[in-house]
């Protein structure tokens, strides 16, 4: 079945600093979407691809649809303390969405 | 636009006790997947359903079941609770099964003593 993993587990990092997650998949997917999670709620999305070789942002938020269609990519630019919280991709390819283990992410002030 | 909300927000039972959650959909949407997160596990899929039929199932016993109404309310029940059953259940809702977007509810933190 697809399988996707997501990377780093976890970070922790200074405020101001760039962050940079990403995930792999087994197969080919045809839908990547970035999710953060606050503590207690439930994941709200943040980005949507849907096109190989696809870059979206979404303020101080960019994420990749990889050319290969096997990976994507999110990136924080100048962390803030707000952006703490679990970031999960999710993925689609021929069977239902499913979603990465998360990385968790820290920001020290 | 109202988005997903689930009830009850948090929920204690003990072991061998059912409980029933309830997740409302965004308006306008019609399929609604339930989740179940754990700190070691992650999002683990319950169940999807779309027009009052059970799409997809995840990987779970059969303690566990849901519906959907006519109006895209859905319900999942989780009967002979387990101390591992305590996690975090998310409901997430988009407009059809053919639609990847999916948006969460807060979530009903369930706690089996």
């Known amino acids: 079945g697809q399988q996707l993993n997501q990377s780093p587990q976890s970070m922790f990092i200074q405020e101001g600093e760039d962050v940079s997650m990403n995930c792999t998949s087994s197969?080919?997917?045809?839908?990547w979407l970035w999710y953060k999670q606050d503590p207690g709620e439930g994941p709200v999305l943040l980005i949507a691809?849907?096109?190989?070789?696809e870059l979206t942002s979404n303020g101080r938020l960019t994420a990749q649809f990889g050319i290969t269609r096997k990976d994507s990519f999110l990136n924080i630019s100048a962390s803030i303390p707000s952006d703490v919280g679990i970031y999960f991709c999710?993925?689609?390819?021929?069977?239902?969405?499913?979603f990465g283990q998360g990385t968790t992410l820290q920001v020290k002030p | 636009k109202a988005g997903v909300t689930q009830t009850p927000r948090y929920l204690i039972k003990t072991r061998g006790q059912q409980v029933t959650l309830s997740c409302s959909p965004i308006?306008?949407?019609?399929?609604v997947s339930w989740y179940q997160q754990t700190p070691g596990q992650g999002l683990q899929f319950l169940f999807e359903?779309?027009?009052?039929?059970?799409?997809n199932k995840g990987n779970f016993p059969g303690r566990f079941s849901g519906r959907q109404f006519s109006n895209s309310r859905s319900e999942m029940n989780v009967s002979t609770l387990e101390l591992g059953d305590s996690a975090l259940y998310l409901c997430?809702?988009?407009?059809?099964?053919?639609?990847?977007?999916?948006?969460f509810g807060p979530g009903t933190r369930l706690t089996v003593l």
């Open positions: 197969s080919i997917f045809n839908t």
């Open positions: 308006s306008g949407h019609r399929s």
């Open positions: 359903y779309f027009s009052e039929t059970q799409r």
């Open positions: 999710a993925g689609r390819g021929t069977g239902k969405l499913i």
């Open positions: 691809l849907y096109k190989a070789g």
């Open positions: 997430a809702s988009s407009l059809d099964p053919w639609t990847d977007t999916q948006y």
